[in-house]
C-alpha cells in the first residue's frame, strides 16, 4: 500500500489497489470488523476506488487506535479474500 500526500491537509488517501479493487467493499468490511468508519474513494470519482481517506483531524491517541484498526481490518480482509 501506499500513502499519497498533499502539501497541507489533514486527510490521508492510501492507495489500497493492491488489497481491494473495490474500495467500497474494503471500507463496509473495515467498517464491521473494527467498527472503523473510513471513507471509500470510489464516491469521489476519478480513480478513487484505488483509495480509502482518511481524515487525521483528531487527537493522536485516536490517530493511533484507528491506524491499529486499519491494520487489523485490511490483514483480516486480506486473509479471507
Known amino acids: 500500500m501506499k500513502i499519497v500526500s498533499g502539501p497541507a491537509t489533514y486527510l490521508l488517501w492510501l492507495d489500497v489497489s493492491i488489497v481491494s479493487a473495490n474500495s467500497q467493499e474494503l471500507a463496509d468490511y473495515i467498517r464491521k470488523e473494527t467498527g472503523l468508519i473510513v471513507s ?15 481524515n487525521l483531524a483528531s487527537p493522536i491517541s485516536m490517530v493511533e487506535d484507528g491506524i491499529s484498526r486499519l491494520i487489523t481490518g ?7 479474500s
Open 40 to 54: 471509500p474513494g470510489i464516491i469521489y470519482r476519478g480513480n478513487g476506488n484505488k483509495f480509502l481517506r482518511l
Open 74 to 80: 485490511i490483514k483480516k480482509y486480506s486473509k479471507n
